[in-house]
């Protein structure tokens, strides 16, 4: 058996059927993010049933209190660990919510980046601007950025296409501080940590400034809302569902298609802004505004609140 420090999912706590169940899928070529979740579910499972009694681990999952696109994955991995053992079941039917994601507005979001320290502000700045997925910003490398450009060139996740995705340049300036304050090389990891780490330090930063105040809506915001706040701006100012699809690593048009919904923006929810030079206009543009026209030679930009 390998050394359990090398292994991508804990091994505390796991059942020998449970950590064998594990090292097949490894082998099978499972990603480490579907192994660390098989891992956490199977554990869940193992401590409030049998598992190898399927219909009680079926009860269990009927009655328990969630949401039926966590009852699927509870299912699905319980599936790995059948085939595992040699036992079957007539798995239930559970099917995940069509809800629409809740899209944050700007403002809030620069709030959060404000009130993080320095890393933190740096991975939530990367993920607004770029929309990666935790685990993707996670996995980053500092040879998966052009550090002159500012394109980040990230492993996708979940099967999707290859992606080059800008940051601006006040992003960029900061990614560059914080590699040569942590003399990373090429090869080494951009951030510490993994994506449940980033996630955990981004909830404490967020209930906090929630708390300071004592706004309430500041706590709703989700991690992955970053990602979602990107495609939305991305498709109202493009209004191009292919190019959306093609930056956010979708393998399914479907999947980009929520994006539409939210196209209906009225004026009032924008911010103006006017520019009489190149500097003024520059750094309106760096923060995000768009141009719209040009008036007795002042250039007025835009941008949601």
Request: glycine letters at 4%.
């Amino acid at each position: 058996m390998l050394a359990v420090t090398r292994e991508p999912f804990s091994t505390e706590k796991a059942s020998p059927k449970i950590l064998n169940t594990l090292l097949s899928l490894r082998k099978q070529g499972y990603s480490k993010s579907s192994l660390k979740f098989v891992s956490k579910a199977l554990k869940f499972l193992s401590n409030h049933c049998n598992l190898d009694n399927p219909e009680n681990v079926k009860l269990f999952i009927a009655r328990y209190d969630s949401a039926s696109s966590y009852k699927r994955n509870l299912c699905y991995a319980y599936n790995h660990y059948l085939s595992y053992v040699g036992l079957s079941w007539t798995s239930p039917k559970y099917h995940a919510s069509n809800k629409l994601p809740k899209i944050p507005i700007e403002e809030k979001l620069n709030m959060l980046i404000s009130a993080s320290y320095p890393s933190l502000a740096l991975k939530l700045s990367i993920s607004k601007e770029t929309g990666l997925r935790p685990i993707e910003l996670c996995r980053l490398r500092v040879k998966d950025v052009d550090l002159e450009q500012g394109i980040i060139y990230p492993q996708t996740a979940k099967g999707g296409s290859g992606r080059a995705l800008k940051i601006r340049a006040k992003t960029l300036r900061m990614l560059n501080s914080y590699i040569s304050k942590h003399n990373l090389s090429l090869n080494d990891k951009l951030f510490k940590g993994d994506s449940d780490y980033y996630s955990k330090k981004f909830r404490y930063v967020r209930n906090r400034l929630a708390k300071k105040l004592n706004d309430p809506s500041i706590k709703s915001i989700r991690l992955y809302d970053l990602r979602h706040f990107f495609a939305t701006m991305l498709y109202h100012r493009t209004k191009d569902i292919l190019f959306v699809k093609q930056q956010m690593g979708h393998r399914k048009i479907e999947t980009t298609l929520v994006y539409t919904q939210f196209l209906d923006m009225k004026d009032e929810e924008f911010t103006v802004r006017t520019a009489k030079t190149v500097k003024e206009a520059s750094e309106l543009i760096e923060s995000g505004f768009e141009f719209v026209n040009e008036i007795d030679g002042t250039a007025l930009y835009r941008k949601r609140k």
